[in-house]
């Protein structure tokens, strides 16, 4: 009895240990296999776009790496935060991912009061694409030649200027903002539904200038219907090389740049994280990419996900501040 007693214990012991080990080793091997479906690109903006247009340059490339579909959702509304939501709300398997920038990451936070989501708590950056820089653009019948002849004009005629944004809290208005504190001028915000709305404005002369991605004004600009007078960023950008910084052409000391990159839903398993990282680094630093994001003003910026994580946190501070001096809030 006492034998038989033993050989089932011995038996039980085996299987339990065959359990635990499918348990732990199972969800390596599911890991091990990701992708084994498509992935979705969740891009919180309208097409056309300047996330839109590089989330599918990358979205297209990592889709060889992978040998699965990688395909770009385009979810807009409410200054990024429809799309936004609907990430925060998905199955962290790594098969729904955030394209998220600055904007959505580092701003919405402090622009609204009562969010669904918490962006620190639900997500978790994967990696950095890139940092885009943006251009001061005026109409054409503007008669400044730089961004301190501009300032010399609205100081001359205070609250004349009118500037055009993709929105109340979006990057080109907070840009504003910096600029008007940073020049102490007094100029009237018009916000638009997106970049592209803003531009056309300006181009056709509603507004007088607007700070915008540079591919969102690269076609207006050729066509002469907008004149660049200066880059936010603290480089001249390759995609407009003869135009000078804000720095160099009558506003020392101001810079806004913007980030974008790819983030995913909390509790993505490390693994998953940790492959499309290295792919996204790799894609992003080849030479054929890299051209790409040059002509268009990006600076492709491979780290870490531990290192955009750094760098999204403090961008949420600076931005915090900014916000809070601006006054600004969208509800």
Not at 2 to 17: F, K, P, S, Y
Not at 77 to 89: L, P, R, S, Y
Request: hydrophobic share 45%; charged share 20%.
């Amino acid at each position: 009895m006492v034998r038989i007693c033993r050989l089932h214990v011995a038996a039980v012991a085996a299987a339990l240990g065959a359990l635990l080990a499918g348990l732990v080793h199972g969800p390596v091997h599911a890991q091990d296999a990701y992708p084994s479906r498509s992935i979705v690109f969740m891009v919180p903006q309208a097409t056309g776009g300047s996330q839109d247009t590089l989330s599918r340059e990358i979205a297209q490339r990592l889709a060889e790496a992978l040998k699965q579909a990688v395909v770009v959702e385009n979810r807009a509304g409410a200054n990024g935060i429809v799309g936004t939501e609907m990430v925060a709300k998905a199955r962290p398997d790594g098969y729904t991912l955030l394209i998220g920038g600055t904007g959505t990451m580092a701003i919405n936070q402090s622009l609204y009061s009562k969010l669904s989501y918490d962006p620190v708590k639900a997500f978790v950056p994967v990696a950095m694409f890139g940092y885009s820089t943006s251009v001061l653009v005026v109409h054409s019948s503007i008669t400044a030649k730089t961004i301190g002849e501009l300032i010399e004009q609205a100081k001359a005629k205070p609250g004349s200027f009118k500037y055009a944004s993709a929105g109340v809290g979006s990057s080109p208005h907070l840009t504003a903002e910096v600029f008007r504190e940073m020049a102490g001028v007094d100029i009237l915000h018009v916000p638009y539904k997106g970049s592209t709305p803003g531009v056309v404005a300006t181009a056709a002369g509603e507004t007088d200038f607007m700070f915008t991605g540079i591919t969102s004004a690269l076609a207006q600009i050729r066509a002469g219907r907008l004149r660049p007078l200066s880059i936010s960023g603290p480089r001249r950008s390759p995609a407009l090389p003869d135009v000078p910084t804000a720095s160099e052409s009558g506003l020392p000391g101001f810079e806004a740049d913007f980030w974008v990159g790819l983030f995913a839903p909390a509790g993505t398993p490390a693994p998953v994280i940790e492959k499309l990282n290295a792919e996204v680094n790799r894609i992003i630093s080849s030479p054929a990419l890299l051209e790409k994001f040059a002509s268009s003003g990006i600076e492709a910026t491979p780290t870490t996900p531990a290192g955009f994580d750094e760098i999204w946190k403090k961008d949420i501070e600076r931005w915090r501040r900014t916000v809070q001096r601006a006054g600004v809030k969208a509800e």
